[in-house]
């Protein structure tokens, strides 16, 4: 399902193309309580109609050999600091908890 704090993001970083298509190059955070891993990337953003689901696929093929989430998907607790990142918490089994930062530029 689509979440609020998604379509802000969107809305105030003008992402969504007249297309409809949300891709962008931007800043992914993984942060721990031990480390900070910072990535640039290529953000695509799928709307899913059937499934009513958003996901969001990080395509740096460095995010997945760092062990690094590379799908977030709306299912996913995702929060926004307005102009400034979306966010979503987890745990990872080679991390442990953290958070995941994407951050547009």
């Known amino acids: 399902m689509i979440t609020a704090s ?11 193309s007249e297309q409809g298509t949300i891709v962008f190059n931007g800043n992914v955070n993984f942060a721990t309580d031990k480390k900070m891993i910072i990535l640039e990337s290529q953000i695509h953003i799928i ?42 918490n987890g745990t990872s089994p080679v991390h442990g908890a953290y958070t995941l930062m994407i951050i547009p530029g």
Do not use: C, M
């Open 6 to 16: 998604l379509i802000s993001f969107v809305t105030d970083f003008k992402l969504a």
């Open 47 to 88: 709307h899913l109609h059937a499934k009513r689901l958003d996901v969001i696929y990080l395509l740096n093929p460095e995010i997945p050999r760092q062990h690094i989430p590379d799908l977030v998907d709306s299912n996913a607790e995702i929060g926004y600091w307005p102009k400034r990142t979306l966010f979503t």
